[in-house]
């Protein structure tokens, strides 16, 4: 009789351990982010892309079971509200270039593929106020082209500040040499709160995400975004996310992988399979 109590605890212990192991393991689910920045036929580079090299990438991503997705279905997974899909992708666009309206727009329409796109307050300020915002190579997004994509549920848009995308007289949100850490916060906040004020008032809305210009933050900065409403934070740092359901930690540092026009698909999955 004990060897048989002994045998069935011996059982029982190792099922279930391995049921709970099984049970945690689906819950972190592995999320790639894919970062583009210029889509455009007049030139490539690192970070430029040509429209049919998006249009290809899609097609990989479908044809290897992959699922867009926005960064607030992250960020509801981590917060244990929502399930995520069993292959889940992020394509994420940044600065709010025209040219993402002008070609990625139709490509997402007709490819059913969701987007994630960072706007510069101040560059999208000075199109819609000059005129100057239909031409592809250089123009920015206008404050009506913006509600119009936020609207379409094709792109989630997301701050990347008003007018802090530049290296000086900071470089991105960074502190300055000799900078208070109450100047800083002070300095920090009014940029990022009027890109907010003027997606509020402009577009209709507000966002809960935010990528740091230039990949640049700290510990003061995060903590001053999360005071002000942001949940996710998108970095320069390359990698793949693991994301844990009920755990918002991977939400401070997500990892993206900078889409370079010089590959062509099959050379930037490949690179994307070696993290």
């Known amino acids: 009789m004990k060897k048989f109590l002994a045998c069935l605890l011996c059982l029982f212990f190792c099922f279930g351990v391995m049921g709970v192991g099984t049970s945690q393991a689906e819950e972190v689910v592995e999320v790639p982010i894919i970062m583009y920045h210029s889509i455009l036929k007049s030139k490539k580079g690192m970070y430029s892309v040509h429209p ?52 990625a727009y139709p490509i997402l ?20 106020t000059s005129g100057d915002s239909d031409n592809p190579n250089y123009s920015y997004l206008t404050w009506s082209e913006i509600k119009e994509l936020h609207d379409s549920n094709i792109f989630e848009i997301g701050n990347h500040t008003y007018k802090m995308h530049s290296f000086k007289p900071r470089y991105g949100i960074a502190q300055k040499a000799g900078e208070s850490d109450e100047d800083y916060t002070e300095a920090l906040k009014a940029d990022v709160l009027k890109l907010e004020y003027k997606l509020m008032v402009d577009c209709g809305f507000r966002t809960e995400v935010f990528a ?9 900065s995060e903590k001053v975004l999360r005071e002000l409403g942001f949940k996710a934070f998108l ?41």
Do not use: M, W
Request: net charge positive.
């Open 52 to 103: 049919s090299l998006l249009r290809e990438d899609i097609h990989y991503l479908k044809s290897h079971g992959y699922q867009s997705v926005f960064i607030k279905d992250l960020v509801a997974y981590c917060e244990g509200k929502d399930d995520l899909p069993e292959k889940p992708v992020v394509l994420s666009f940044d600065d709010g270039h025209y040219n993402n309206y002008y070609y």
């Open 109 to 128: 329409k007709e490819e059913n593929f969701k987007a994630n796109l960072n706007v510069v307050g101040c560059y999208c300020n000075f199109s819609t």
């Open 212 to 220: 740091y210009p230039f990949g640049r933050y700290s510990t003061l």
């Open 235 to 275: 970095t320069c740092n390359e990698g793949i996310n693991k994301l844990e359901k009920g755990d918002t930690k991977a939400l401070s540092h997500l990892k993206r992988v900078n889409r370079s026009g010089n590959l062509t698909t099959y050379q930037f999955f490949q690179k994307l399979k070696s993290f």
